[in-house]
Structures are given as C-alpha cells and as structure tokens.
C-alpha cells in the first residue's frame, strides 16, 4: 500500500511557494504521493501545475474537482495542461460534490446524480485520451476534439454508492475516499469496485483512502478534536452513510488515532481491507505523526 499526503491549504500571503515547499518536504520525506482539495480556495489543477512544476517529482493528485461547473470537455483541457506542466505526474480526482453546494451554492440541478456522472465520464474519459467525442445525453453533450499535447491522467471517481462504485470500476482508474474506514471499504467499497473492473475487462482498480490521523498518548482527546474539526462531514448524506456503515457515530470515529503501535496497526488494517493508497491527513501532533508515517514509507 502507498502512503500519501494530504496537502495543506496555503494560508499565507505566498500561497504557491508555501504550497511548493509542501510538495518538496513530502517528495524529500518519501511520501509516494502528494493530494490538494479542491473546495472554496485555490483552484486545485491551476495550483499544482504552478507549485507542482518548480517541485521534485512525485505524483500530484485532486481529490476532488466538482464536475458540475466545468464542461467535461473543458476539464479534460486543463487537465491535459497540467499534466503536461507536471511531466505526467497528475492523477485527476473527480466528484459530485454535494447537494447543498450543486444547487444552493452554484444553482445547479442535483437530479439524477449517477446519470450526470455517467453522461460526464461518457464525455472526460475519450477527450482526456485524444479522442475525437461525438456524445449527446439528457445533459451532456460534445463534439470535439482535444489537441493538448501529452498523455492524460489517471482518472479516480469520488464513489460511494453502488452505482457510482460500478461507474468507477468499470469506466476510471478507481475511487478516492474520505471518511469512510476499514470495514466499510472492506465489505463494500472494495468487492463492488473490483468486481464492476472486472467484468469490464480492466486491471485491479486503485482504492485512494483518505483519512485524519493523529499519533498520540491522549487517543480520546484527539478523537473529540476530530470531532469537532471534521464536523461537518458527518452532516453530509454521501458521508453520513459511510459513517453509519461503519458503525461509528461521526468523524471522530473513523480518524486513525493513538499512539504509534497502535497507529500502524491500524494503518495496517487498512492495506488489508483492499485500499491501495492511503492518503494521510494530519490535524493534530502533525510533527510526532509525520515522524511515524515516515517510518512506514
């Protein structure tokens, strides 16, 4: 299993060199890969192509681009640009979002969630590839033909849902999660998005798990501190349901917490659950878990 690093958003007055450091500390610290969020602040693509390009090479992710304000035709584009800006090293992580920002914050239609995705990827995936798509759907459609120079990324699908798990294996390179722990990737996440690859014909689809961590002697403060940080993720229903799959009561729950024996172990659980890259998100003691991550690389 890969360890990765989830990048901190700059909250400098310098936020790419700031954002360049952290690629460059990650990179020289071994980390196999280095993710930006994409929300209400910088643009994630145009960020890394910027940092990511003055930084050591190691693979630079998304997790996750909105599809719904971008054409998909219009994302392959960027995407492609990055890619080529990073020497090939970006894996585009994509994803619904959610209601509450599709429909009260952009004013978009949240109808039909599976159908948007499946009519986008019908769109992203052969324009990412160069290929001339001719697509028309419900509320997607495209005839184009992308000259970007370079190969496109690896796409990964932010999928949750059995559908959305379906569309990942069969259509992406795999999923990328957050807040969703070992038992529910293990039960659910992992045999849907296997067996949706193979019945396509496709290799062993990448399972990006994402994951507050803390490594610490006070397990029960760091648990009511994630609590507290990650609260609103356990408001949002596409969470809300890993979280009950899981059995845990909120994000505190699911947070990979205690001291360092107990951290790799259950680091450890996750490797065996299926997930083939766990991206670790420090939020508390981030020198002492950094300190135990790099021993695991």
Request: contains cysteine; glycine residues 10%; aromatic residues 6%.
């Amino acid at each position: 299993m890969r360890i990765g690093l989830l990048l901190n958003e700059p909250t400098g007055s310098e936020p790419f060199g700031e954002l360049r450091d952290a690629i460059a500390a990650a990179h020289a610290d071994g980390f196999a890969s280095g993710w930006m969020s994409h929300i209400f602040g910088l643009d994630a693509l145009t960020a890394l192509a910027v940092a990511g390009s003055q930084a050591p090479g190691m693979e630079l992710g998304t997790g996750v681009v909105p599809t719904y304000p971008r054409h998909p035709a219009a994302l392959a584009q960027q995407a492609m640009t990055v890619n080529a800006a990073l020497g090939g090293r970006l894996t585009l992580g994509i994803g619904l979002s959610h209601q509450i920002v599709i429909e009260n914050m952009f004013g978009y239609s949240f109808d039909r969630p599976a159908r948007h995705m499946k009519e986008y990827l019908d769109i992203l995936l052969p324009a990412i590839r160069g290929e001339h798509v001719r697509a028309e759907g419900e509320t997607l459609k495209a005839d184009i033909r992308l000259s970007t120079p370079g190969a496109g990324p690896q796409v990964l699908l932010a999928a949750l849902a059995p559908r959305m798990l379906k569309l990942a294996g069969a259509r992406a390179d795999g999923t990328i999660l957050w807040m969703t722990g070992p038992r529910t990737v293990a039960e659910h996440i992992a045999p849907a998005i296997t067996a949706a690859a193979e019945e396509a014909g496709r290799g062993r689809p990448r399972i990006v798990c994402t994951l507050p961590i803390c490594v610490t002697d006070d397990p029960a403060a760091a648990r009511a501190r994630a609590a507290e940080v990650f609260a609103m993720y356990g408001q949002l229903p596409s969470y809300r349901a890993m979280l009950d799959r899981e059995g845990a009561a909120g994000p505190g729950d699911v947070a990979i917490v205690g001291d360092e024996e107990s951290v790799r172990a259950q680091i450890d659980t996750l490797a065996k659950a299926g997930v083939t890259d766990f991206v670790a998100a420090p939020y508390s003691k981030r020198e002492r878990t950094r300190e135990l991550l790099k021993q695991l690389l």
